[in-house]
């Protein structure tokens, strides 16, 4: 079935630093591809999405390119902040429900 | 923010008995879920309704039962509780024609003993 596979976390990172967190998929068909942010203590909430091939979202900073020919959608930011410390989840949909990877919890040290 | 709250927030209980958790949005939404969430897991959907009483299985849906008798209210229900059933519970809606985008409430922490 279709799956979605995240790197292992924790990642920990000095302010300022780049971050990429990788996310491939396994899915029939096109899905649309998603990252989700969890903040301490909070829901899941809507990061960024892109709904076909070579789409790009983008959100806060942060940006993830839907690569069909790598099954690949990796979150990307420039210069992360301490306050970008949370657990992101990569995603897709397949009919009326959306499929989660296990989680990435990201650290941002001061 | 969706309206969306679930409750209680909070809850211990003892194996064996059972629970129910409740799930309110003042969106009007027609989709709604319920995940839980574990270490090394991540998000596993439960149950999910796509409108009043109209409701399916998800991922692990084994121990679990749902109700949904009004648009509003999702109900999700542990007829006996396990140990295996500690976990953070999440509520979601979606909108008709929007389900790619999910709104999630605040979680319900339930541990059982």
């Known amino acids: 079935g279709d799956s979605v596979t995240q790197m292992e976390g924790p990642v920990t990172l000095s302010e300022e630093a780049f971050l990429t967190i990788n996310c491939t998929y396994t899915a029939t068909g096109y899905p649309s591809l998603f990252w989700y942010v969890q903040y301490p203590g909070e829901g899941l909430q809507l990061l960024l999405k892109a709904t076909k091939a070579d789409d790009k979202g983008s959100n806060k900073g942060f940006e993830a390119t839907y690569r069909k020919e790598t099954t690949s959608f990796h979150l990307e930011k420039g210069s992360v902040q301490v306050s970008d410390s949370a657990v992101y989840f990569c995603?897709?949909?397949?009919?009326?429900?959306?499929?989660f990877g296990k989680g990435t919890r990201l650290h941002i040290l001061p | 923010d969706a309206g969306i709250t679930q409750s209680p927030r909070h809850k211990v209980t003892e194996t064996g008995t059972p629970v129910t958790l409740r799930c309110h949005q003042t969106?009007?939404?027609?989709?709604m879920y319920w995940y839980r969430q574990d270490p090394g897991h991540g998000l596993r959907l439960i149950h999910y309704?796509?409108?009043?009483?109209?409701?399916d299985k998800g991922e692990v849906s084994d121990g679990y039962s749902v109700s949904r008798s009004k648009t509003e209210d999702f109900l999700l229900t542990l007829e006996s509780a396990t140990s295996s059933q500690t976990s953070v519970y999440f509520c979601a809606i979606s909108e008709e024609g929007k389900i790619d985008t999910q709104y999630f409430g605040p979680g319900t922490r339930l541990t059982v003993l």
């Open positions: 969106e009007n939404h027609r989709y």
């Open positions: 995603a897709l949909d397949r009919d009326d429900k959306i499929i």
């Open positions: 309704s796509y409108g009043v009483k109209d409701t």
